[in-house]
C-alpha cells in the first residue's frame, strides 16, 4: 500500500491539486493507495469516484495537522504492508515522527517557492529538519533541484522527476463551444490558465498586449483563474482599452479549459520572481504542450525544463513588457506557433505519467 499526505488535492482546483491526484490515480495501478487530504468543498461526491481511500481531514488549519499526523501514525501502526510514505510538502511531514519516516521509503516532493527561505531563517530550519525525514526529496525540475541545494539541502537525497501528463485522446472536448467563447473571427487565440498572482507575469503581459493589439487587433486572450490579482488585471484591462480582447474566467469545467487550451494558438504565463514565491515547474506548460499548444513562458524559475526556447515555445523576461511583446510577435511570425506547438506536443510525451510514475517506483522498491 501507498500513502499519501497531501494539503493539496482535487477537488481543489490547482497545479499541486492536480499534481497529487496524478500521483494517486496512477501509483493505483500498482497497489492500493490511501490519500490524507484536507477536507473541501464537494470533495464527498468527487471521493466517491476515486478507485483508491481518501480520508479528509476537517477542523481548523492549526488543529487538522495535528489531527492529520495522528490519524497517520495509527494507521502505520495497524498496517504493516505499506511500500511508501508520499507527501506533498515538507510541512505535510513536519508533525510525523522520524520512526514513522524511517519505517518505509518516504518520498517528500519540493516544487520551489515553499523551500525559498533564507539560509538559516526559522523557516529555512524548520524545512530542512522536516526534508531530514525523507529518503528522497523529488524536485520538480533543474531550478527546483538548485535552489534546494543552495537553501542547504542535501545533494545526495534530491531526485529530479518532473511532473507527468496523461498522454489520452480527450473525446470528450468541446472544442466549437471553446471557439465561440473566443469568437470566430479572432485571430490569433491566446489563452493563460493559472492562479492569479504577482509571479505569474500578466500584469507586464497586459501592457504588452496593448501593443500587440496595434498589430492585431483581433486577436483574444482568455485568462482562466482566479485570485489575489484578478481584479486589478481587470482594472488594467479597462484602463488600456483591451475589454474587447480579453476575457476573465473564473468557473470553468475542466473539459471546457482543455478545450480552450487545445484550441488557442498559443499559451502565455512569462512567470517571474515575486519575492520569495517563484514558478518551479509549471504544470500549465506541460498541459498545454499536450494539446500542441506552444507556450511563452518566463526566465525565472523551472519553465525550462518544459518550453524549450524556439524549439516548443519561448522564454522571455517576465519583468518586461517589451520582452513579452518581442516574443509575441516572435511566435506569431512565419505561423511559428503552428510548428512549436507540434514540437511541444511531441516533447510532452516524454513526460507521460506511465513513464514518470515508473521514477517513483524505482525508488520506493
Not at 461526491?45 to 495522528?70: H, M
Not at 518516504?106 to 530542512?128: F, Y
Not at 524536485?139 to 533541484?145: G, H, L, P, Q
Not at 499559451?267 to 519575492?275: L, N
Request: hydrophobic residues 40%; charged residues 25%.
Amino acid at each position: 500500500m501507498f500513502v499519501i499526505t497531501t494539503r493539496s488535492f482535487l477537488p481543489e482546483l490547482g497545479g499541486m491539486q492536480i499534481l497529487m491526484t496524478d500521483i494517486a490515480n496512477h501509483l493505483s495501478k500498482h497497489g492500493p493507495v490511501k490519500v490524507y487530504a484536507e477536507d473541501k468543498p464537494n470533495a464527498k461526491a468527487f471521493d466517491q469516484k476515486q478507485k483508491y481511500e481518501i480520508e479528509r481531514i476537517k477542523g481548523f488549519k492549526f488543529i487538522r495537522k495535528f489531527r492529520k499526523a495522528n490519524q497517520i501514525h495509527d494507521f502505520f501502526n495497524k498496517n504493516k504492508s505499506i511500500a511508501a510514505l508520499i507527501s506533498d510538502h515538507w510541512k505535510s511531514l513536519e508533525k510525523l515522527s522520524k520512526n514513522i519516516c524511517s519505517s518505509v521509503p518516504t518520498l517528500c516532493l519540493i516544487h520551489g517557492k515553499e523551500i525559498n527561505h533564507p539560509i538559516k531563517s526559522p523557516l529555512n530550519i524548520r524545512m530542512i529538519n522536516s526534508l531530514s525525514k525523507a529518503k528522497f526529496i523529488i524536485a520538480n525540475s533543474n531550478f527546483t533541484k538548485n535552489l534546494a541545494i543552495e537553501k542547504g539541502i542535501p545533494e545526495n537525497k534530491i531526485i529530479i522527476i518532473n511532473p507527468g501528463t496523461d498522454m489520452i485522446d480527450h473525446k470528450d472536448l468541446d472544442e466549437n463551444g471553446a471557439i465561440n467563447i473566443y469568437g470566430q473571427s479572432s485571430h490569433p487565440k491566446i489563452i493563460s490558465v493559472c492562479r492569479l498572482e504577482k509571479r505569474k507575469g500578466l500584469e507586464q503581459t497586459l501592457l504588452a498586449l496593448k501593443n500587440f493589439q496595434a498589430k492585431y487587433e483581433d486577436f483574444r486572450m482568455v485568462i482562466v483563474g482566479d485570485g489575489d490579482e484578478k481584479q486589478n488585471l481587470e482594472q488594467q484591462s479597462k484602463q488600456l482599452g483591451l475589454n474587447q480582447n480579453l476575457m476573465f474566467l473564473s468557473d470553468v469545467t475542466q473539459e471546457m479549459k482543455n478545450s480552450l487550451i487545445k484550441v488557442a494558438d498559443f499559451f502565455v504565463m512569462p512567470s517571474i520572481q515575486a519575492g520569495k514565491s517563484v514558478e518551479g515547474f509549471g504544470i500549465s506548460f506541460l498541459e498545454a504542450a499536450k494539446f500542441g499548444t506552444p507556450s511563452i513562458a518566463g526566465i525565472t524559475g523551472g519553465a525550462s525544463d518544459i518550453v524549450k526556447n524556439g524549439e516548443t515555445g519561448l522564454l522571455c523576461d517576465g519583468e518586461n513588457h517589451n520582452e513579452i511583446y518581442k516574443s509575441l510577435t516572435q511566435i506569431m511570425e512565419n505561423n511559428n506557433y503552428k510548428l512549436m506547438g507540434e514540437k511541444a506536443k511531441l516533447f510532452s510525451e516524454q513526460f507521460s505519467w506511465d513513464l514518470q510514475i515508473k521514477k517513483y517506483l524505482d525508488l520506493i522498491y
